[in-house]
């Protein structure tokens, strides 16, 4: 279903349209208006995960990530930004949050009997000179030379970019 014609979610369709700038409101009250409408029920919306996680029951949950639902993984994957985005607005610790999110959605999958979770989540920046040094590396057959971090920061490149691939630093 095109994100025009579904229904409404948090975001209305004129919401939708709003944000992506397909339409102009005419004041800047009304833009305000309605940039508040929005943050009121993403905020609601937020509020209401607590219940969703505890009493929604699994069969419905699982049908509203049926991965026939197209864009579904997109969804996921762009949620949990804008929650990582958040922790951060909040000065809240977003891997912290992470890990803390990862061991209650354990805690409600196994049940009861749950043992300890060690959840580990951490996020590198791999910078620019980093990158050089890691793409001379391979460029000289020095991927011995490459630490852990390194061959993560690599792997990380060559799936996030379409434009870096493994004979183009070869080649370099």
């Known amino acids: 279903m095109a994100d025009a ?25 009304s833009r305000y208006d309605a940039r508040y409408r929005i ?4 905020r609601d919306a937020m509020l209401d995960f607590p219940l969703l ?5 699994e069969r419905d ?3 509203v990530f049926d991965p026939e639902t197209g864009g579904i993984t997109d969804a996921i994957v762009d ?3 804008f929650c990582y985005l958040g922790a951060a607005d909040v000065a809240a610790d977003p891997e912290r949050l992470l890990a803390a999110g990862v061991r209650r959605a354990e805690r409600e ?3 009861p009997d749950c043992p300890l979770l ?5 996020v590198e920046a791999t910078d620019d000179e980093r990158v050089d040094h890691i793409a001379q590396c391979v460029g000289d057959g020095a991927i011995h030379e ?8 690599l792997a990380r490149l060559l799936a996030d970019r379409d434009d870096v691939s493994l004979a183009d630093l070869l080649d370099d």
């Open 109 to 111: 999958r196994r049940g």
């Open 53 to 57: 996680v505890e009493r929604l029951a």
């Open 5 to 29: 014609d579904r229904g409404r979610g948090i975001l209305t369709p004129a919401d939708r349209r709003f944000l992506r700038g397909d339409v102009t409101l005419g004041s800047e009250q």
């Open 146 to 153: 490459l630490d852990e971090r390194d061959l993560r920061a």
């Open 61 to 63: 949950r699982e049908q």
């Open 39 to 42: 943050r009121q029920r993403t």
């Open 79 to 81: 949620a949990i930004a």
């Open 118 to 122: 060690d959840v580990d989540v951490s």
